[in-house]
């Protein structure tokens, strides 16, 4: 399977720790546990207490074990080893990012309320900054990037989109912190960003990969 390498080592410790968080304020929940939130940061679903409690540290479970396998059966591994600290530094933000979130769950869980949108923007904006960090140093590979037909199938394109990806995802990072001014928005300074980043950059992708061929 190969060396285990020691972000991974780090992760399965946080999600581990997530469980004995669970277990600790599990007999402290409401039978009926808040799991949902609207665009408006107000409570619009909710689990059983167990699924409640755990149905987070699970979901970080599966997602450690996919982190773990998928780019060991990434046909483009050894391209993963030469951004190596960016790959393991971005995993790790995605984790502490759900760590951060099932927090503020508990949190709000045990009757403290405030504007959960609020709290979230600022962990967005980190998280999408530091992608944009990370995205131009990335090399072609099927596991983390911006994988779309045209920069698996060509490396200029790959570099050229990872680049362009760099800047307009640090954009999306520092727009996310709007949320925290105008939380009635926050959703919106969070998504909008992100989305029409992702937009722009599939069709730069196809248009560069188009030009190449011309």
Same mark, same amino acid.
Request: net charge positive; glycine share 6%.
């Given at each position: 399977?190969?060396?285990?390498?020691?972000?991974?080592?780090?992760?399965?410790?946080?999600?581990?720790?997530?469980?004995?968080? %669970?277990?600790?304020?599990?007999?402290?929940?409401?039978?009926?546990?808040?799991?949902?939130?609207?665009?408006?940061? *107000?409570?619009? %679903?909710?689990?059983?207490?167990?699924? %409640?409690?755990?149905? *987070?540290? +699970?979901?970080?479970?599966?997602? +450690?074990?996919? #982190?773990? #396998?998928?780019?060991?059966?990434?046909?483009?591994?050894?391209?993963?080893?030469?951004?190596?600290?960016?790959?393991?530094?971005?995993?790790?933000?995605?984790?502490?990012?759900? #760590?951060?979130? /099932?927090?503020?769950?508990?949190?709000?869980?045990?009757?403290?309320?405030?504007?959960?949108?609020?709290?979230?923007?600022?962990? +967005?904006?980190?998280?999408?900054? /530091?992608?944009?960090?990370?995205?131009?140093?990335?090399?072609?590979?099927?596991?983390?990037?911006?994988?779309?037909?045209?920069?698996?199938?060509? *490396?200029?394109?790959?570099?050229?989109?990872?680049?362009? %990806?760099?800047?307009?995802?640090?954009?999306?990072?520092?727009?996310?912190?709007?949320?925290?001014?105008?939380?009635?928005?926050?959703?919106?300074?969070?998504?909008?960003?992100?989305?029409?980043?992702?937009?722009?950059?599939?069709?730069?992708?196809?248009?560069?990969?188009?030009?190449?061929?011309?």
């Amino acid at each position: 399977m190969g060396k285990i390498h020691k972000s991974e080592t780090f992760i399965f410790l946080l999600v581990a720790f997530s469980f004995l968080i %669970g277990l600790a304020a599990y007999g402290q929940l409401p039978d009926t546990v808040a799991s949902h939130w609207n665009t408006s940061g *107000e409570v619009n %679903g909710s689990m059983s207490r167990f699924w %409640g409690t755990f149905f *987070e540290p +699970f979901v970080a479970l599966a997602l +450690f074990l996919l #982190f773990l #396998f998928v780019p060991r059966m990434d046909p483009m591994r050894k391209n993963i080893e030469k951004f190596r600290p960016y790959y393991d530094n971005v995993i790790l933000f995605v984790f502490f990012f759900l #760590f951060y979130l /099932y927090t503020l769950t508990l949190y709000e869980n045990f009757g403290y309320n405030f504007d959960l949108l609020r709290f979230i923007a600022p962990a +967005f904006g980190a998280m999408f900054f /530091y992608f944009g960090v990370a995205l131009p140093h990335t090399e072609p590979n099927w596991t983390l990037g911006i994988r779309t037909p045209w920069t698996i199938s060509n *490396e200029v394109v790959w570099k050229k989109t990872h680049k362009i %990806g760099g800047t307009l995802f640090k954009i999306s990072g520092v727009l996310a912190l709007f949320g925290v001014l105008f939380p009635q928005w926050a959703i919106w300074w969070i998504l909008a960003p992100l989305i029409l980043s992702s937009l722009y950059l599939l069709s730069y992708s196809y248009f560069a990969f188009t030009k190449l061929r011309v």
